[in-house]
């Protein structure tokens, strides 16, 4: 399938940036996510021999999991992010994986020829970019007929959490004011049908997965997190470059994150879309 992407939207989606940045308490999540977690509406699908591309990879949890259900196969990461490269390459290491590989990609512009892979997925991706539908489009010129290009998205504003804490109100709306100044569409995951079928795709099967926090470990991992992005992460720097918060601000918004966190019945869930698309 050829790529009808315009000049002007390559250069549109090239300053698109990922709101979270690396820092260690993003990490902290993207390491948690594995296939069985964050991919189980398509590790279902997986044969032996397929050849996958992992785009977004991150640390390569989830890449290195793929890889271990396609045994006689290989996946590729691929990330724009260097840095991060590195530590999916110790996880694979550490995890004796020898099936995976990564490298340095853009999603716009995949250094791959057409029909290569079997699955081409892509795990809270689509959300950051300028132009989804085109990216959803360049993951299915790669992905050869009969093969599957398989997304997942959250979407934030179907996030939901016990109990009341309005402080968490001030959160959504400052990522959600990030996240669209930065180019991206913090509810993904209730678009993804409507993008796939944009981009050309007819056999498409929507479904949804959550998270949800609700044991004392569970809430403290999840909102010790978000307190630390809320202060230290690029999110944090963004925010304030941007003029959506002061200082006060996001430590208010770090403290309201620690004190939902101590709720002995505190519940939190992220909704997350998913497709199964056939080529």
Known sequence: MPDNTSPATAAATATVVYTHGHHESVLRSHTWRTAANS???????????????????????????????????????????????????????????????????????????????????AHQVLQHLGDPVAALREMRRVCKPGGIVAVRDSDYSAM???????????WLALYQRVAR??????????????????????????????????TAEERAWWSGLWADRTVASSYAQRALEAGHATDDDLRRIADAWREWGAEEDGWFTVLHGELICRV
């Not at 397929?50 to 990879?57: A, H, K, S, V, Y």
């Not at 640390?59 to 840095?83: F, K, R, S, Y």
């Not at 981009?199 to 959550?210: E, L, R």
């Open 39 to 121: 991919a189980a509406y398509l590790t279902g699908l997986l044969k032996p021999h397929m050849r996958i591309l992992d785009i977004g990879c991150g640390p390569g949890t989830i890449t290195a999991d793929l890889a271990e259900l396609v045994p006689q196969g290989e996946v590729i990461g691929v990330d724009t992010a260097p840095d991060v490269l590195e530590q999916a390459r110790s996880v694979a290491t550490e995890r004796g994986v020898s099936n995976v590989h990564f490298a340095v990609g853009d999603v716009h512009r995949l250094d791959y020829p057409d029909d290569s892979f079997c699955v081409v997925h």
């Open 160 to 170: 939901t959490w016990y109990p009341a804490a309005p402080g968490l109100d001030d």
């Open 181 to 214: 100044a930065n180019g991206g569409e913090p509810d993904a995951g209730r678009r993804l049908l409507s993008w796939a079928r944009q981009a050309g795709f007819t056999d498409i099967t929507a479904t949804a997965g959550t998270w949800c926090y609700a």
